[in-house]
């Protein structure tokens, strides 16, 4: 089955840029796309089809697809940015969606 | 304003059903896919099933194929997961989510979520 890895945790000071990775083999060759999920709230579209940003979204959110990792970059963090992110693929052998396990990310 | 509004989540024991209800409005219900995800405490998203615009096609995950069912009322503009046999493991909150388009054969973005409805399994 097809597997997202992403790492449990980030961590990073405000005004600096954050790194969420989402890894699988030739996950190049996939759509993703990223959800923020707060604390206490349901998850809300940051990205989609690898690069795009939904209206309401700030400039300073960026993804990227590159064959074994896919990336959604955070510019100048701010606190409001501390949350959850979760990567998305959709499985065109079975039609399945998937998410990666999550990224927690912290800022100090 | 796209909202959701999930209802029918609440404490349940082990073996019986549950029917969750999912209330759409401010967008076109049935030019839409729609899907369930669930969220275990503490734990992170889990899809659990899709059905196409008008119904007839839906999907599972393996974890809940057999004894999850979904559908949909187009003239009411409602979206139903039916759980049967109910397990400890089935707890979490289940959120409603739809669609940017309208099948389930085809790569989904999730562009709207519900708040969700807590499902809890306890003897």
């Known amino acids: 089955s097809f597997v997202l890895t992403q790492p449990p945790s980030v961590s990073v000071a405000p005004g600096k840029t954050a790194t969420i990775t989402c890894e699988a083999d030739?996950?190049?060759?996939?759509?993703v796309h990223w959800y923020q999920q707060r604390p206490g709230q349901a998850p809300v579209l940051v990205i989609y089809?690898?690069?795009d940003r939904p209206s309401g979204i700030p400039e300073r959110f960026s993804g990227s697809n590159s064959v074994n990792a896919a990336t959604l970059t955070i510019s100048r963090v701010e606190v409001e940015d501390e949350a959850d992110y979760y990567c998305q693929v959709w499985n065109a052998n079975n039609n399945h969606r998937i998410f990666g396990g999550g990224t927690k990310l912290t800022v100090l | 304003e796209v909202v959701l509004v999930e209802s029918g989540g609440g404490v349940a024991k082990p073996g019986k059903t549950l029917r969750l209800s999912c209330a759409a409005s401010g967008f076109k219900f049935d030019d839409y896919a729609m899907h369930w995800v669930r969220q275990a405490p503490g734990k992170g998203l889990e899809w659990v099933s899709s059905i196409n615009w008008i119904g007839d096609k839906t999907v599972y995950a393996d974890s809940v194929k057999g004894r999850f069912t979904v559908s949909r009322d187009n003239l009411k503009n409602s979206l139903h997961l039916q759980i049967t046999s109910l397990r400890s493991e089935d707890t979490a909150l289940y959120f409603c989510v739809k669609d940017w388009g309208g099948s389930v054969t085809a790569a989904s973005v999730f562009d709207f979520w519900g708040q969700g409805t807590l499902v809890s399994v306890s003897s």
């Open positions: 030739n996950i190049g060759g996939q759509t």
């Open positions: 089809y690898d690069t």
